[in-house]
């Protein structure tokens, strides 16, 4: 699945992108074989440019990774976490609606 917009990241760069990138960064934990996946990540496109830089979406392929959705105990996809500052401050499971995501991320902008 192409991500367009979003950062595409993976076991060893996840740590470097949301610690040290942007204060707030929504992830988005997807699979290929994933429909309601491919439904969020074509929100997530719309919203990046919604949101205008006031937080960075990027996404991470459990079936790729295995050791960054082990650590946040991903149990089913899609899962959305909101990080602030390199730290977890929302988490949504499942598909939502692109208003419920958008604003989830403005809560923490």
């Not at 996404?59 to 990774?65: E, L, Q, R, T």
């Amino acid at each position: 699945m192409s991500a367009g917009k979003l950062i595409e990241l993976n076991d060893k760069t996840f740590d470097q992108q949301v610690r040290e990138g942007s204060r707030i960064v929504l992830v988005d934990f997807w699979a290929d074989w994933c429909k309601r996946c491919g439904q969020v990540q074509e929100d997530l496109v719309a919203l990046a440019d919604e949101i205008n830089g006031r937080a960075t979406i990027a996404c991470i392929n459990v079936d790729d990774n295995e050791e960054v959705p082990y650590r946040f105990g991903i149990r089913s996809v899609p899962t959305l976490i909101l990080f602030d500052d390199g730290k977890m401050v929302d988490q949504l499971v499942g598909a939502a609606p692109r208003e419920t995501i958008r604003r989830m991320i403005e809560r923490a902008s």
